[in-house]
């Protein structure tokens, strides 16, 4: 697949088809998603493939009382989205019905491959993610290739204590994403919205656009 | 480019040419980036193109000290790194030539936009790079579908106040990575040397590899 058309069109999938995605064709994407950046070659991540429905109904179970209070934010106004309200409610949607998804990928990362350089600047760090994120968009790109979707969560992590117990991840791991993966019951999206260039893309200092 | 090829040779530059990337070459990139998964489709996500000379040559400057301090640990083996010898032999040239890269990218991320999950459990958060790192991922692959290399960095993000100051970075925006970008003078990498599936699949549990 030529590499634009697939990077347009890895939207966030909420329905999927129940259909298992074979082995082989996860495997062709770990493989591809491996390659991905991070410093100093360390590669800490890990990927826990649970398609165990017992552990993925307690997996939907951990997570959605994180996207309740987050829907319940949304609604109210008091947390800001760019998502369209019908987007917000296939979100909702997604969360009622997470434990049905035929994959859902628990991403791990281990601590002494990641070499933070903002924690201590005063603010929320960031920057552990560059050595994870990366690899998990070549994920969901190698995936989309193939004609499967996924969904990157993060709500899950706030459970992390009780993930950690119920997959048997060792100390010096932590989760980093939960990716829920299948085959896209309405297709792939035509038109994800994004901002254009022009607002988002400065020269030489942020009050200069470069393509205005 | 077909996106397996994009992936496997999209390895971090540390030799370009002199020759500086046209504008619409960079423009291609971040418009194929932009469709990159992040929460809430906030896209908390903006760029700073440095071509200026003098811009450079601070940018640098306060890199290299960042660098020589992990350097050292490199050398003296109390910084563990999985990069062969000459990798790290390449990325000290890297860093003392920084300047001298064609085109250096602050990559900036908006606070607001960033909703994180790991923040409250005691241990280092990394869940707020799930809404950037993913977008500076497409941009790189979608450099090399164009023959530009790159390299992503994060060791300039320690220094955030004197870049805020020097790039008018405004308040509730971050500096999340630096990327060098320009033309590989060595070409692209053939054989990236990273972990096989075997070793980072599990399947159900963190016990058990899922392609043993």
């Known amino acids: 697949m030529e590499l634009s058309e697939a990077m347009r069109s890895t939207g966030t999938c909420r329905y ?4 298992q995605v074979p082995d082989d064709v996860l495997r062709a994407a770990f493989d591809d998603a491996r390659f991905g950046p991070q410093g100093g070659n360390r590669q800490p991540v890990r990927w826990i493939v649970v398609q165990d429905a017992e552990k993925k109904k307690r997996l939907a179970e ?9 829907y ?6 008091t947390k800001a989205v760019g998502a369209v309200p019908a987007t917000v409610e296939s979100a909702n949607h997604f969360a009622h019905h997470l434990a049905e998804v035929p994959t859902l990928i628990v991403v791990c990362a281990e601590m002494d491959g990641i070499h933070p350089t903002d924690h201590e600047l005063g603010r929320l760090s960031v920057v552990g ?12 790109l190698a995936l989309r ?12 992590c706030a459970e992390e204590p009780a993930v950690r117990e119920m997959l048997s991840i060792p100390d ?7 990716l829920a993966v299948g085959y896209p019951a309405k297709g792939f999206p035509r038109k994800l ?4 260039v022009e607002e988002i893309v400065f020269r030489d200092d942020f009050a200069t656009p470069m393509y205005a």
Chains 1, 2 share one sequence.
Do not use: K
């Open 62 to 70: 951990l997570y959605l009382p994180y996207w309740e209070g987050y």
């Open 193 to 196: 919205t994004r901002s254009p």
């Open 72 to 77: 319940a934010m949304v609604v109210e106004g």
């Open 129 to 140: 993610g560059a050595s994870i994120y990366p690899t998990v968009q070549n994920l969901t």
């Open 172 to 178: 010096g791991f932590i989760t980093a994403a939960l």
């Open 145 to 156: 290739q193939q004609g499967v979707a996924s969904a990157l969560t993060t709500l899950l």
């Open 16 to 19: 999927y088809t129940d259909e």
